[in-house]
């Protein structure tokens, strides 16, 4: 996989801005999740974070929350992650994939032995948006000594001081929430969210900024980016793909030919 700080400073140098997709491992189902993430770099991801299911997904908003639900209803499990990961990495070594969760079924699953098998299935990062990075030290070890790159968060809340200390441990990008809250709420005003984005572009230097959060079009994409290196869409693309495959009229080509449209609609 490529180094996915190192793939972000080039789409920098290229004037390029850089897409992140989320999607849920395991949803719709099992069998979808591999074609879906193949639409997505069709589409033009740059970068894509495919998450891991977890019965208490704190920061989300009810979509991803029925995602998860969706793929842990089917039997997903981290082993199922990892070979999703493994099967993306295989066809798309060119494109970064980051693993999105939350800490517990680290944790319980083993931070080193986790750590290992991601850098088997060729994953290039991690975000675990409910690990502060005081308490994150364990995690940046096994990470650092897998190949792994670790991304924080900040949000418009974040006092200065902090968010450098973000600058300083994410070794990945840092991620900029667009309002405090969960996933898929609709974008503030765009004047607090932009100064807000300046005054984090600022602090954290070199280091990429994404933006993520209530982005649901290129409109939203577009006006968020003009202050970052890039954006990420989660909820609006697990609605998309929720309405297309709970609609029995659709085949599997036309569902996977709307979601490639959706993402090159996101970049337009």
């Known amino acids: 996989m490529p180094d996915l700080r190192r793939h972000l400073l080039d789409l920098r140098t290229q004037g ?17 999740t591999g074609p879906i993430l193949d639409a997505l770099v069709a589409g033009g991801a740059d970068v894509v974070e495919l998450g891991m299911p977890f019965s208490d997904p704190l920061a989300e908003g009810l979509p991803i929350q029925r995602a998860s639900a969706r793929a842990l209803a089917h039997g997903v499990a981290m082993d199922d992650a990892f070979e999703t990961a493994r099967a993306f990495t295989a066809h798309h070594p060119h494109i970064p994939l980051v693993l999105m969760g939350y800490y517990n079924p680290v944790l319980q699953y083993g931070l080193d032995r986790f750590c290992a098998d991601a850098q088997a299935a060729g994953v290039a990062g991690l975000i675990l948006p409910d690990l502060p990075p005081e308490e994150s030290g364990a995690l940046e070890a ?14 418009p809340n974040t006092p ?12 990945g990008f840092v991620y900029a929430v667009s309002s405090p809250g969960l996933t898929g709420q609709t974008l503030s005003a765009h004047d607090a969210i932009g100064a807000y984005l300046d005054r984090a572009k600022a602090l954290v230097g070199d280091v990429p900024l ?7 079009t290129a409109h939203d994409a577009a006006r968020l980016s003009a202050h970052t290196d890039g954006f990420i869409v ?7 793909v929720e309405r297309l495959w709970d609609d029995p009229l659709l085949s599997d080509a036309e569902r996977r030919a709307e979601v490639e449209a959706f993402v090159r609609g996101l970049r337009s």
């Open 210 to 216: 994404l933006v993520g959060f209530g982005i649901r």
């Open 16 to 32: 390029r801005t850089a897409m992140g997709l989320f999607l849920t491992s395991g949803f719709p189902d099992p069998a979808s």
């Open 142 to 155: 096994a990470a650092a000594a897998h190949g792994l790159d670790v991304t924080f968060l900040v949000a």
């Open 234 to 240: 989660g909820t609006a693309l697990i609605e998309t």
């Open 160 to 171: 200065d001081e902090r968010m450098q200390t973000v600058a300083e441990r994410s070794t």
